[in-house]
T-cell receptor, first 113, second 112 residues
Framework: EAQVTQNPRYLITVTGKKLTVTCSQNMNHEYMSWYRQDPGLGLRQIYY???????DKGDVPEGYKVSRKEKRNFPLILESPSPNQTSLYFCASSPYRGSTEAFFGQGTRLTVV | KQEVTQIPAALSVPEGENLVLNCSFT??????LQWFRQDPGKGLTSLLL???SQREQTSGRLNASLDKSSGRSTLYIAASQPGDSATYLC???????????WGAGTKLIIKP
């Protein structure tokens, strides 16, 4: 089954404690991206990757890092989480950038206290 | 800068009614527009895609229209069912960089 898998689904952490949210896709897609969703706002893109070892900033990259060492995996790293990073995070993948075919993970609800 | 607005933020209607969800955008130079459905804990699912040259798309009980010149799209849901309860998001893709720009969504509740 074609899918994007995020882990963990829920996470409560404390300010400053480094964390990683994993994302994996099994469709051999080139393009992957991370979004955050906050109440009253549309999804905002954090980072994206057009292929292995190719990553770039989205609209709200501050406080986040990503890596793309393998095609299937695109982890989101918060080196020093702060309360303003409390949000619902989605990973997505597409065959290529601009493709209308997009698959989304189930989301990770992160709370930073 | 493109802005996408969805009004209302929430809508509750009795089962069986036909309803319309609205999406407006400020820059008409879009490449396409998509409607998505978001269910809690299940991610997002694409419902309909309208290319900039198209006026509407239909899938089952769903019909999406696009009026680029006025910066509007509507999602029409016929004969609503409790299973249609979800948050509906619209997103536009610009010509320039293919980035999706999202509205905040309309949370729809269909009462049995």
């Amino acid at each position: 089954e074609a899918q994007v898998t995020q882990n963990p689904r829920y996470l409560i952490t404390v300010t400053g404690k480094k964390l990683t949210v994993t994302c994996s896709q099994n469709m051999n897609h080139e393009y992957m991206s991370w979004y955050r969703q906050d109440p009253g706002l549309g999804l905002r893109q954090i980072y994206y990757s057009m292929n292995v070892e190719v990553t770039d900033k989205g609209d709200v990259p501050e406080g986040y890092k990503v890596s793309r060492k393998e095609k299937r995996n695109f982890p989101l790293i918060l080196e020093s989480p702060s309360p303003n990073q409390t949000s619902l995070y989605f990973c997505a993948s597409s065959p290529y950038r601009g493709s209308t075919e997009a698959f989304f993970g189930q989301g990770t609800r992160l709370t930073v206290v | 800068k493109q802005e996408v607005t969805q009004i209302p933020a929430a809508l509750s209607v009795p089962e069986g009614e036909n309803l319309v969800l609205n999406c407006s955008f400020t820059d008409s130079a879009i490449y396409n527009l998509q409607w998505f459905r978001q269910d809690p804990g299940k991610g997002l699912t694409s419902l309909l895609l309208i290319q900039s040259s198209q006026r509407e798309q239909t899938s089952g009980r769903l019909n999406a229209s696009l009026d680029k010149s006025s910066g509007r799209s509507t999602l029409y849901i016929a004969a609503s069912q409790p299973g249609d309860s979800a948050t509906y998001l619209c997103a536009v893709r610009m010509d320039s960089n293919y980035q999706l720009i999202w509205g905040a969504g309309t949370k729809l509740i269909i009462k049995p």
